[in-house]
């Protein structure tokens, strides 16, 4: 499958069942996300896994996951991050997202459904599960199975929901 083909195959679940991601596949997505590329390879990302019933107890305190059966926290540590010297532009958080874009890919090249969420209480989170001040919460990536149909992978085009790259891109000039 090309990433082309992948990219469009993912979307967004909300309706996850009860079944746990073997603990096989699990390592593959995070050694997807393990390679991922950061600023000057410095790594300031940090993934908390979360499978455990008190876990995802403390994980529903900040957020909605939808019963998925495995949630990734993923933080960063911006002081570890590169920071662009012409205007103090710290990439942590861009690490950070590459990282969870990384392992959304692998889970849905792996037939593990995904959710990427930043609507969640990053207050929460840092208190029920011990996150670090010098850590900053970032994304949730919630990751399992579903009983739904799967989306078309041409429901973006179908439905007109995507911009056609002639407003997205310009060449040269803005």
């Known amino acids: 499958m090309s990433f082309l083909?992948?990219?469009?195959?993912?979307?967004?679940?909300?309706?996850f069942n009860n079944q746990q991601i073997p603990e096989k596949t699990l390592q593959y997505i995070l050694e997807c996300?393990?390679?991922?590329l950061?600023?000057?390879?410095?790594?300031?990302?940090?993934v908390l896994v979360i499978r455990s019933k008190e876990g995802l107890a403390k994980m529903e305190k900040a957020t909605t996951f939808y019963n998925a059966q495995t949630v990734l926290l993923i933080c960063t540590e911006p002081e570890k991050a590169w920071t662009r010297k012409y205007d103090g532009f710290n990439i942590a958080d861009i690490d950070a997202t590459i990282v969870t874009d990384h392992m959304l890919h692998a889970a849905t090249e792996q037939g593990v459904s995904s959710l990427w969420i930043c609507r969640f209480r990053p207050e929460v989170v840092k208190e029920e599960f011990h996150i670090p001040d010098n850590y900053r919460p970032v994304n949730?990536?919630?990751?399992?199975?579903?009983d739904e149909e799967p989306k078309s992978p041409n429901r973006h085009d179908e439905e007109g929901l995507r911009k056609p790259l002639s407003e997205?891109?310009?060449?040269?000039t803005f």
């Not at 949730?140 to 579903?146: F, H, M, P, V």
Request: charged share 20%; proline share 3%; hydrophobic share 30%.
């Open 140 to 146: 949730i990536l919630a990751l399992g199975y579903t």
């Open 168 to 172: 997205t891109v310009t060449y040269e």
């Open 33 to 36: 996300g393990r390679v991922a």
């Open 38 to 46: 950061t600023g000057v390879n410095y790594q300031p990302q940090h």
């Open 5 to 15: 083909e992948l990219a469009k195959k993912r979307y967004s679940v909300r309706n």
